[in-house]
């Protein structure tokens, strides 16, 4: 009994997968996408590395960049991203606010009486 298959490697006649033989040249020259892209409902930026394969992606909050990363993000990935930046960005200014007024100093507010 043979351990190995004696048959010739046949190709495969499917439309929809590439063979195991395939090779696909890559032009680092060639222009690649920058537009941004929609994630469910967020945006994400790509931007391509020059002379590499790699594209970076960087999730978006309004025009504010929140993270950046060389996969393409999920939909949890971005969700997770903006709302760690926004829990930072209302912390940052609650702390701002609290620092604001212990320098002040802490003052009763007067009420005038009316009569």
Not at 46 to 66: A, E, H
Request: aromatic content about 6%; hydrophobic content about 30%.
């Amino acid at each position: 009994m043979p351990r190995f298959n004696d048959e010739p490697y046949r190709e495969v006649d499917r439309g929809d997968t590439l063979s195991l033989h395939t090779r696909v040249p890559y032009d680092p020259n060639a222009p690649r996408p920058t537009t941004p892209i929609l994630v469910g409902p967020h945006v994400v930026a790509r931007r391509p590395y020059s002379t590499t394969q790699y594209t970076l992606y960087t999730i978006m909050d309004g025009d504010t960049p929140v993270r950046s990363q060389l996969s393409m993000p999920g939909v949890d990935d971005c969700a997770s991203a903006i709302r760690k930046h926004r829990a930072e960005v209302a912390s940052r200014e609650t702390r701002s606010v609290i620092g604001k007024a212990k320098t002040r100093g802490w003052q009763p507010i007067r009420v005038k009486a009316v009569a």
